[in-house]
């Protein structure tokens, strides 16, 4: 398997903001969780899905795992991804983020392939703030993460602190995506109908 073989999809979280669960979004007809895997395909050679709810899965080609450590937000579902991955890196993103971006995704391979340091996550940066998803984790952490959890903590981006992490600044990845979009994810009703209004003409 290649360092950077397997991407996954976190899908196990209580959607509480939507008020129904997010992995089963649809744009257009189509399911937005087949849209990301069939976009993944394209870069990833393992895709995993990391959720609570396998029984939506049946008819699906790719693999699909529950969270081991469970209730602990999106570091339960990083966890899982990790231990179940045949990949040194793992890209994470999460059900609910429609705009997949492969330049972005190669770019953040190729600088910590560059990097010669032993990088453990590479996230984006802005201001003061990190984006958790749409970056790169290693399997190195998974005793991290255990520890982590087990000290009673769970916030996943005080954990990247924590972390030998690269980041990419918001100037650079404002050349990829420059009004964000690759990390739009959508929390809400609100957020949906606002995606989906200025998206009516995708597929
Ligand atoms: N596997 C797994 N994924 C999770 C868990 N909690 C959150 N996630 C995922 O992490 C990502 C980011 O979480 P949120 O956007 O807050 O989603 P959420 O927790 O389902 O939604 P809210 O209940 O509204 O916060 C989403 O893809 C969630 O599905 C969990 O316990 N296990
Ligand atoms: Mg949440």
Request: hydrophobic share 40%; glycine share 4%; with cysteine.
């Amino acid at each position: 398997m290649r360092k950077f073989g397997t991407a996954a999809i976190l899908a196990g979280g209580k959607s509480t903001r939507m008020g129904f669960d997010k992995q089963l979004l649809k744009i257009n007809e189509k399911k937005l969780i087949d849209k990301l895997v069939s976009k993944l395909s394209v870069e990833f050679e393992e895709i995993i899905v990391v959720t609570n709810s396998p029984e939506y899965y049946l008819d699906f080609n790719f693999k699909v795992v529950k969270d081991i450590i469970v209730e602990k937000g999106p570091l339960s579902g990083i966890h899982a991804g990790l231990k179940e991955s045949n990949s040194q890196f793992v890209y994470f993103i999460a059900c609910d983020m429609p705009n997949i971006n492969l330049k972005y995704i190669r770019y953040m391979k190729y600088k910590i392939r560059d990097l010669d340091m032993d990088i453990k996550a590479c996230v984006t940066r802005f201001g003061v703030n990190i984006e958790p998803f749409n970056g790169f984790y290693s399997k190195d952490i998974v005793l991290d993460i255990e520890d982590y959890l087990a000290q009673g903590k769970r916030s996943l981006n005080q954990l990247i602190k924590q972390l030998q992490t690269y980041y990419v600044e918001e100037e650079e990845a404002r050349m990829f995506s420059p009004n964000w979009d690759m990390f739009l994810n959508l929390n809400t009703k609100e957020d949906l109908e606002y995606f989906l209004k200025d998206n009516c003409n995708i597929s």
